[in-house]
């Protein structure tokens, strides 16, 4: 089994700019790291290789990068990009070569099909080396083989397990012929109360009142998208309430009108942290969790759940309150999540499993 690690995804959305929105809270984080998503079909590979390598050294080491190619034709030609989901992840190879060239200090001269840079070098280098942890996210052909040259850490979202364990079967052979291994993590909802029925019928409240018509038209607007990921989601659910637990304890309702991340994690504690730790038992080592709302479900998850696992360095908590603009929630997260993600399972002299986490 890897390394699990336990990551909370802070942030708002719909959707001030990334970059900014992290670095103005650099100075008033210590050891929050932040996950930065950017486009690598809006910006030039040498660019962002300079942000991230800036942002890296004012916050000494705590930025991390997810890099999304995008899976949405209409939403992509709002920022200028007319290419088709192969010439998306094309370009995307040919600027995490340029890029991890870059991090390395190396003077890159590349030709490409889209991108093509003379004379390209890094005058400082960042503080993590050889770069910040990538994160990536896709399910088709054309992005897994990205995943297997270039990427730290794929990203799944919410499958049954079964489906998890075929897709990270894939990543490792396609990474191993590249020579690489990759990590792995999940990104999915949770909905954790003290007993299983509470949970339930706080799951069964997010779509109490979502009518037919409004999942119809969500359902219309996920069929136009590109995205193999995104299909797999609609699949889970069909776009019916009748089925929505697909596989024990996971709920495909936030699927119903909410692109993307459509799972959730229900249950009382014990048996949403046993959840968790059978996808540790896949190979899953990071898990990227959001709720509804946010800030609350992110202090029921480090109190009720991660005591349940077994985790070191837990953080204190102390009294909160919670606060009401989205900025407010992103800076009060920030409260919670306070170490550096690295991590670690040891086996004592008892032979029982102990899990190191730093918390995003």
Excluded: C
């Amino acid at each position: 089994m890897q390394k699990p690690r336990a990551r909370v995804q802070v942030g708002v959305v719909h959707k001030q700019d990334t970059w900014i929105v992290a670095a103005s809270l650099i100075p008033v984080t210590q050891r929050l790291r932040f996950l930065v998503a950017f486009r690598p079909s809006i910006m030039s590979p040498s660019l962002s290789a300079r942000m991230a390598a800036t942002f890296d050294q004012i916050s000494n080491g705590r930025i991390v990068l997810n890099v999304v190619t995008g899976g949405d034709s209409e939403e992509l030609a709002k920022d200028g990009v007319f290419l088709d989901h192969d010439q998306r992840y094309e370009l995307t190879d040919e600027f995490l070569t340029i890029w991890r060239s870059l991090m390395l200090g190396e003077q890159v001269n590349f030709t490409g099909r889209h991108l093509k840079v003379q004379g390209a070098k890094l005058q400082f280098s960042p503080v993590q080396k050889p770069h910040p942890t990538l994160y990536f996210g896709g399910s088709s052909d054309a992005a897994l083989k990205v995943v297997a040259k270039h990427i730290d850490v794929y990203l799944t979202w919410g499958e049954p397990p079964q489906q998890v364990a075929e897709k990270i079967a894939k990543v490792r052979r396609l990474a191993a012929e590249q020579g690489r291994t990759v990590r792995f993590g999940i990104r999915m909802h949770v909905i954790v109360r003290e007993t299983a029925s509470q949970a339930w019928e706080a799951a069964n409240d997010l779509i109490k009142y979502v009518d037919d018509k409004t999942i119809a038209a969500a359902q219309q607007r996920f069929a136009r998208s590109e995205s193999e990921g995104q299909r797999r989601m609609v699949q889970l659910n069909q776009g019916s309430r009748e089925q929505l637990e697909i596989s024990p304890n996971l709920w495909s309702g936030v699927g119903l009108v909410r692109g993307g991340a459509g799972t959730a994690l229900v249950g009382d504690s014990d048996t949403v942290a046993a959840r968790m730790l059978e996808y540790t038992d896949l190979g899953i080592d990071t898990f990227v969790l959001s709720g509804y709302p946010h800030l609350e479900e992110a202090y029921r998850v480090a109190e009720l759940v991660f005591p349940r696992l077994p985790l070191q360095n837990l953080p204190t908590f102390t009294p909160h309150q919670v606060l009401n603009n989205s900025y407010s929630e992103f800076v009060a997260k920030s409260d919670l999540l306070h170490s550096q993600p690295t991590a670690s399972k040891e086996v004592s002299d008892d032979n029982s499993t102990q899990i190191k986490v730093r918390f995003f």
